[in-house]
């Protein structure tokens, strides 16, 4: 069965996809929420020493006698030390009781002007010489040991599951390790619930990406595979919204779960995706979409359609489905162009995961009102979503990547080598850039493997992308000492991708391709800006 050949039929792009994306909305949404959700319920608050004798629990962070017994700093009380106390049997808090040497403190009082509560305030991450922030940073990077599981489990188990099989199990983990989460009562055991929420992430989302560009043809695939991206950003937004309202991190927490729980109510009404199903050999499910597909659109089945039971084949040959099944992670390497794809998708997945989360997290270093700052660059990815949908195929899926990872590489170093007030525009050039980026190497990465390998394939090239997200919490650090530093090292490793993106293959007017074969044909489309409007459509090898 042909699943092109069919959607010619019955319809490539109609109220049955329509619906179908009306169903993912949810997995495309909050996954944008649970991404950056730690950047609100682990803010490090304002915080200073505890001044035994002078603070109780009716203490707040700015008190009168606090020019006594706390050193100051630039940006006005110290965080961590404290003026030692002189030792008498008279205990009072008064300014003839302190020297003016200062000592390390234990115990804290944080500014709760912002927020209530955070994971950060409720287990005192702070201080203790340079260990406070590597808790800190800690919490982001388990997160991407989780979303490095999220991607390459639910990845090469959907080749062989389904895709919504495997994108509704991720969220189930992302629903219940996000309500733990909320009750845990040690550091600790929150850090083990971040690996599970990342896993749950990235495991719905990149499913989600892969059945939505599955469901349609050729000529809607990236019109589809845009449309679920766009949604990244609000969701991000919308969290945004919720802390703003919610200041109190485990009730924040809680507020998060329920739209996820909810969310897997809609199991049954889902489809699984037919070009799968038809790739592992369930046809006779496949046809049964196909011909819902028909009866919503009331178009007409395709000649070839079955009614019935597949016929059975002589013992000495099989399907092409049947085919597909043996193809193995081994095919991703044993082509000489598809294992070069597949190191160049490597390499720019993993600088464009470090430049993108390592922007993000070193935007909290910009002055002002924190909400404000953060809607603002998630606001960014708005126009860069809807100009890389534009952009890529007006001059092609690497074209606009190899642009943009050069242009954003440039913004970055820029950035780092200029003064306020160019920092902030050039930062948000390099966000705008790094987000159509993503866009691309996403819808790419899902158009150039063969369909019985496409989930595999996205999860080997994907997986890299977590060791630049695990790095990237520690680069962003070292903007609290030096803030030029993480823009000069986010700058040279998107030109480090975009040079490299230069050899890979366009997909561009490409159908998806279903077996290795199709993948060689579209290797020798290896060209690089040589035109911007490629009309010409490759014919696939068939089985």
């Known amino acids: 069965m042909d699943y092109d050949a069919s959607l010619s039929s019955v319809g490539e792009l109609g109220l049955w996809h329509c619906m179908v994306l009306v169903l993912l909305i949810p997995s495309a ?19 200073r020493c505890s001044v035994p004798f002078c603070d109780d629990e009716s203490s707040r962070y700015s008190e009168s006698w606090l020019n006594f017994s706390i050193p100051k700093e630039d940006e006005g009380w110290s965080s961590c030390n404290v003026y030692k106390q002189m030792n008498d049997s008279q205990p009072t808090c008064s300014a003839d009781r302190f020297t ?27 201080c203790d010489g340079e260990q406070g922030q590597v808790l800190v940073d800690l919490g982001y990077s388990m997160y991407s040991v989780g979303v490095f599981l999220g991607v390459l489990v639910p990845g090469f188990l959907s080749d062989r599951f389904g895709r919504k099989k495997m994108m509704f199990l991720a969220m189930a983990v992302s629903a219940i390790s996000t309500l733990a989460s909320a009750y845990v009562q040690d550091y600790t055991s929150f850090l083990v619930l971040r690996v599970f929420n990342g896993f749950g992430t990235l495991g719905t989302f990149v499913t989600m990406c892969i059945l939505s560009v599955e469901i349609t043809s050729q000529r809607y695939k990236s019109l589809v595979g845009n449309l679920v991206h766009i949604l990244w ?25 329920i739209p996820i729980f909810a969310s897997l109510l809609l199991y049954p009404l ?10 592992v050999g369930k046809e006779k499910e496949a046809a049964k979409i196909i011909h819902q597909i028909s009866r919503m659109h009331k178009c007409p089945l395709p000649p070839d359609s079955p009614t019935g039971p ?34 160049i998708l490597s390499l720019n997945w993993l600088v464009v995961d ?25 606001a960014v990815e708005v126009p860069a979503v809807v100009l890389g949908m534009l952009g890529m195929d007006w001059i092609g899926r690497v074209s606009l990547l190899v642009i943009c990872q050069l242009v954003g590489g440039a913004a970055c170093i820029l950035a780092g080598l200029l003064q306020p007030p ?5 930062a948000l050039l390099g966000k705008f850039a790094s987000t159509i980026v993503f866009l691309t190497v996403y819808l790419y990465t899902a158009e150039i493997y063969p369909t019985s390998v496409r989930g595999m394939g996205l999860a ?8 630049g997200g695990f790095l990237a919490p520690f680069i962003a650090g070292l903007g609290v000492k030096n803030t030029s530093l993480p823009f000069l090292i986010f700058g040279g490793a998107a030109i480090l991708g975009g040079l490299a993106g230069v050899f890979l293959p366009e997909t561009r007017g490409s159908a998806l391709p279903d077996t290795v074969q199709d993948v060689e044909i579209i290797m020798k489309n290896r060209t690089f800006l040589k035109r911007f409007r490629n009309k010409e459509s490759f014919e696939l090898t068939e089985l």
């Open 100 to 126: 003016t040497e200062y000592e390390d403190c234990t115990e804290f009082v944080f500014d709760t002007s912002l927020f209530t509560s955070t994971v950060v305030t409720e287990f005192s991450l702070v």
């Open 310 to 343: 597949t016929p059975a084949l002589p013992p000495n040959l099989t399907s092409p489905s049947q085919t597909e099944q043996r193809v193995s992670i081994r095919d991703l390497i044993s082509s000489k162009g598809l294992a070069l794809t597949t190191a």
């Open 422 to 426: 160019a920092v902030l525009p050039l």
């Open 29 to 47: 949404l909050l996954p944008g929420m649970w991404s950056v959700l730690f950047v609100f319920s682990g803010y490090v608050a304002k915080h």
């Open 270 to 279: 889902t489809p699984e995706s037919p070009r799968w199903l038809i790739a």
């Open 354 to 378: 470090f430049c993108y989360y390592g922007l993000s997290l070193h935007s909290v270093n910009l002055a002002g009102d924190i909400f404000t700052n953060f809607v603002l660059s998630a």
């Open 233 to 257: 950003a609000p969701g991000q937004m919308l969290l945004a919204l919720l802390a703003f309202f919610i200041r109190d991190w485990r009730t924040l927490h809680i507020a998060v779960s």
């Open 460 to 467: 080997l090239t994907a997986t890299m992308a977590r060791i």
